[in-house]
């Protein structure tokens, strides 16, 4: 008889608070730690096989040694995260005045142009209908 525990790990610790949320993840091949808020992953760490074959108390010295090592980056990464945002505020305004100053309107050559076809096929149709009454007659 297959013992599920033989072919399946067992270091699954899962941390959740206020929509943190600090699990082990099973991936192909082998696991992850991962760090989410609110559903949204916002790091993950592959679980290294050497550690895993270590042992329990292996992997959680690991995966306590990430996580500190994640809190330590936590506001590197909250100005990252900023800088990144105001960037894209700064992009998104810049569209913006940029739209904004465009003259969408036809130019006013186009405008003389488009003049002139109409008056090329009022002058076409206007030499149809002299033929088309020629023949009629």
């Known amino acids: 008889m297959r013992e599920p525990g033989r072919y399946y ?20 091949p082998g696991q992850r730690l991962e760090l989410q808020l609110n559903y949204h992953t916002v790091w993950t760490e592959v679980l290294p096989a050497k550690v895993r074959r270590r042992g329990p108390r292996a992997v959680q010295a ?28 700064r992009q998104s305004q810049d569209a913006r005045d940029t739209a904004a100053a465009t003259d969408i309107r036809e130019p006013a050559e186009l405008a003389v142009a488009i003049a002139e076809l109409a008056e090329v096929n009022k002058a076409i149709t206007a030499a149809l209908a002299r033929d088309d009454g020629a023949e009629a007659a």
């Open 62 to 89: 690991w995966a306590q040694q990430q996580v500190t090592g994640w809190i330590d980056r936590l506001d590197q990464e909250i100005a990252a995260t900023e800088e990144r945002r105001n960037d894209a505020l």
């Open 9 to 28: 790990s067992s270091y699954r610790g899962e941390w959740n608070d206020d929509g943190v949320c600090i699990s082990i993840a099973d991936t192909d």
